[in-house]
């Protein structure tokens, strides 16, 4: 097995070790999302035409779980890594910056995926959609993913402890998040918040993976990939910059 091989066998197994944390517990809260939302607005909100609103929000709480879970994986591994002191051990390898990305980054897919199959398995119970363009659905899941691990690499080496991650996330990624559409289509809002809405590179990603169920979407899917795909080139090249330059890991 070679060295970026191992770094990303080791990262799996480090949040599969912990799957009822890691896998289990969001698959959870979006079922509960899903319970309390579905239950309270189903009878007053339509989206789209022959679609049910509990339909309507499965694909919203599956990506918004997979690119939570994607973040939070990369950027746990380094902060825990760098408090406990145990990044020495891999600084010590000939790994190139190359192979930390695509380790990191890679485990960081692979949580985001088993959490969004975790969820679309159980809440597709209560509103099943359709799947009118699968590839569609897997290439924003896996760009998504990628992006929010990039995104969870840069914020793991920038923060020096617990609580900077923790601001990072709270401040930063749920806002973007809950402010994407997951709940609701952005063209239920005023025309201010529209085009705030369409700032925000989380609401590309929500948005073309729903298409990929219903066929239909807020936005062109050709947009949201043009988008989403240059905000992961974006977000990837400055984290393979940091780690060539060792930023806050090595001093």
Do not use: C
């Amino acid at each position: 097995m070679t060295g970026w091989r191992a770094l990303l066998a080791k990262e799996v197994l480090r949040f599969w070790k912990v799957s009822f944390q890691t896998v289990a517990a969001p698959v959870l809260t979006a079922v509960l999302y899903l319970l309390i939302f579905g239950h309270v607005l189903e009878d007053h909100v339509k989206v789209y035409d022959r679609i049910s609103y509990t339909a309507f929000l499965v694909p919203g709480l599956v990506m918004m779980s997979l690119l939570q879970n994607a973040f939070a994986n990369s950027s746990s591994s380094l902060i825990q890594s760098k408090i406990m002191g145990n990044l020495v051990f891999l600084l010590l390898t000939p790994l190139s910056h190359w192979h930390w990305f695509i380790a990191y980054v890679g485990s960081s897919v692979a949580r985001g995926l088993a959490v969004g199959l975790g969820v679309f398995a159980v809440t597709a119970w209560f509103g099943r959609p359709d799947m009118v363009a699968p590839v569609w659905i897997l290439v924003f899941a896996v760009m998504g993913a990628a992006l929010l691990g990039s995104l969870g690499l840069i914020a793991g080496l920038w923060a020096e402890k617990f609580d900077q991650l923790a601001a990072f996330q709270n401040f930063i990624v749920m806002p973007m998040t809950f402010l994407s559409g997951v709940f609701y289509s952005i063209h239920s809002l005023p025309t201010f918040w529209q085009g705030v809405s369409h700032l925000n590179p989380f609401f590309y990603m929500i948005d073309g993976f729903r298409f990929g169920f219903f066929g239909v979407s807020d936005v062109s899917p050709w947009l949201s990939l043009a988008i989403v795909g240059t905000a992961l080139a974006a977000v990837a090249g400055l984290a393979l910059h940091l780690l060539r330059i060792g930023y806050k890991i090595r001093s």
